[in-house]
């Protein structure tokens, strides 16, 4: 009876320390997930979220992370699991910003930069940039965001294993690569808008030259808002599916896309 009681002390010592390194990648991830992460989701549904994550995965990488400790200290296992965690939570935040640059770029191109909505953090954002980053989340967690990110967060560990060294360099130029494309993505949501704008301006300018007595700026103005709220109107759907296909594929750590 007392070699079970030390059997079962033993176990609940090494699963206390298996859970608590997996706890940390996945609360440094969450700190960063879309729809989890945000500054207006209440602080204990994430920390609830992050626990909940942490039943999930910790049974699937338990065995690696056993050999990990005999071979490692905690204390040298911990510094890994947070930066493999914000890694990943920065791959799901950069698609977050990547509609946020397009709205952004949208508002500029149709005059509408100036009406701010309420957004989902602190800093004030465009109205067109909130529309499509709320949207955008309501389609993500329709798609199974849930499962993509347990998914994304199991395969981590092959990517990032436990006890293994992350090279700086390596995770700057991953860095950089995933901003780049971020921001390329974005840009490329926002194409209509900026294709509609320059058409228009170049119209207005040639107007404005065949009649320099009428005031265009009196009727180009309204004209630009109306045609980019008709114009949010009728892409809205293909922006976001668009995204919507993207995310998925890259939150897919299998294919290589990380």
């Not at 910790?58 to 204390?75: K, R, Y």
Request: glycine content about 10%; overall charge negative; hydrophobic content about 60%.
């Amino acid at each position: 009876m007392s070699e079970l009681a030390e059997q079962l002390q033993a176990f609940s010592q090494s699963g206390l320390w298996v859970f608590s390194l997996v706890f940390l990648r996945i609360g440094a991830a969450m700190a960063l997930l879309p729809a989890f992460g945000e500054q207006v989701t209440p602080m204990r549904v994430k920390l609830s979220a992050a626990l909940a994550f942490t039943i999930i995965v910790a049974p699937v990488v338990w065995g690696d992370f056993e050999q990990a400790l005999q071979a490692n200290s905690w204390w040298s296992l911990m510094f890994t699991e947070v930066v493999a965690g914000f890694a990943i939570g920065i791959m799901f935040r950069l698609m977050v910003i990547a509609l946020q640059v397009a709205g952004a770029v949208a508002a500029n191109a149709t005059s509408l930069s100036q009406m701010f909505g309420g957004g989902i953090g602190t800093e004030p954002q465009p109205a067109i940039s909130t529309l499509l980053v709320v949207a955008g989340l309501c389609l993500a967690v329709m798609a199974g965001l849930h499962i993509r990110v347990c998914e994304a967060l199991i395969l981590s560990f092959q990517l990032f294993q436990p006890g293994g060294r992350i090279g700086p360099s390596d995770m700057a130029t991953w860095g950089i690569s995933r901003v780049a494309h971020a921001f390329e993505h974005g840009l490329t949501l926002a194409g209509p808008f900026v294709l509609a704008s320059l058409i228009y301006n170049l119209a207005l300018g040639a107007i404005n030259r065949a009649m320099p007595q009428l005031m265009v700026a009196f009727v180009g103005a309204p004209a630009i808002s109306l045609g980019g709220l008709v114009l949010l109107l009728v892409t809205a759907p293909f922006i976001l599916g668009v995204w919507v296909s993207v995310f998925l594929d890259m939150t897919d750590l299998q294919s290589g896309s990380f």
